[in-house]
């Protein structure tokens, strides 16, 4: 039974460090506490726990961008964070966990504002039949994390950018998402900012429960354990090195012949590669090959691969290697 309503807003934008502290909230959340936890992250994709990130986002373009790739814990989509967006999450042990009524909160809080929010599907909760919220859940034990996302005036022209991959050649075993017809709160109220959407659920929160809320703040979580928790979101092992094994091929034709590569990915590694061409330097091509396997498959590791091969003579006169150079991390650039 719930007896007590905690929430917290934090300022912070930094995606790894909001991860962090929702898995921590939701780790020692405490017998018949029920936390509401508000958080926004800057120009970020937020992908699946089992998904793959090159399936579901243009990673090379967001990260050039200055964007940020995140796994989170729970299952579902992708999605695109910006400062349009607010995050939630209710962090309660499993036998206070109610999603009806934690849904209730945030149709609550939109229908204060005058919208009316209704819940569809699954976990998708609309305005006039146009999603801006979808939600995703995590149990760990007898703990418990509901989150999801609240649209209000999310740059679109972005998460066009970032989320509508191209039709490249890509079959993988991890999770795909469904597109669904979204919108952002902002089309129906014009004046909406995300202080009042924070004080419309903080509201919600308290008459949906029938309790007070008790603020409390990031700081008084314990920094070095927050730290640790953020490193690992950091990391490229948790972000690109889950076992999810993809194949991606890509091909082009050039001045001095066709090129397809057949990439065999697992653990965000190259494992295996056929590397097809009817160039004239076969052994060019062989030494490319032999450069990728066992390369990172991320843009800048695979280019620097191919501008470390050193060709002999012997294999391609010098203006070929270094037009098939050119060719090869051009197409890497564009394709991957």
């Not at 066709?258 to 052994?283: K, P, T």
Request: hydrophobic residues 40%; proline residues 2%.
């Amino acid at each position: 039974m719930i007896r007590r309503l905690l929430w917290m807003r934090t300022e912070n934008t930094y995606p790894y460090r909001n991860l962090a502290m929702e898995e921590y909230l939701t780790m020692n959340v405490k017998d018949g506490e029920c936390i509401l936890y508000l958080w926004q992250n800057r120009h970020t994709v937020v992908i699946g726990k089992n998904q793959n990130c090159w399936k579901e986002c243009k990673v090379s373009r967001l990260e050039e961008d200055g964007g940020y790739l995140v796994r989170r814990l729970s299952g579902g989509g992708a999605v695109f964070h910006d400062l349009g967006n607010l995050n939630f999450t209710f962090c309660v042990k499993a036998g206070d966990y109610d999603l009806n009524r934690q849904l209730e909160v945030i149709l609550l809080a939109v229908r204060k504002l005058g919208m009316n929010a209704e819940r569809t599907g699954r976990n998708d909760i609309t305005v006039d039949g146009r999603k801006f919220s979808g939600n995703a859940f995590l149990r760990v034990g007898d703990q418990c994390y509901h989150h999801g996302t609240l649209m209000l005036n999310v740059n679109g022209a972005d998460m066009a950018k970032y989320l509508n991959v191209d039709k490249k050649k890509l079959a993988s075993k991890g999770v795909d998402s469904v597109r669904s017809r979204v919108a952002s709160l902002i089309e129906f109220r014009p004046d909406i900012t995300v202080e009042m959407m924070t004080e419309a659920l903080i509201s919600a929160f308290a008459e949906v429960y029938g309790l007070p809320c008790e603020e409390f703040r990031d700081e008084s979580l314990p920094q070095n354990e927050i730290q640790k928790l953020t490193e690992k979101f950091e990391s490229w092992e948790w972000k690109y090195g889950r076992k999810i094994p993809f194949e991606h091929e890509i091909s082009d034709r050039f001045d001095w012949g066709d090129v397809q590569l057949q990439l065999h990915v697992n653990g965000g590694v190259i494992r295996e590669i056929n590397f097809y061409s009817d160039a004239m330097d076969q052994a060019a091509v062989s030494l490319f090959a032999e450069a990728l396997t066992g390369c990172r498959y991320t843009e800048a590791d695979m280019t620097g691969a191919i501008e470390a091969v050193r060709i002999p003579e012997n294999a391609a006169p010098a203006e070929i290697a270094r037009a098939m150079k050119k060719d090869i991390t051009d197409l890497i650039r564009e394709k991957i």
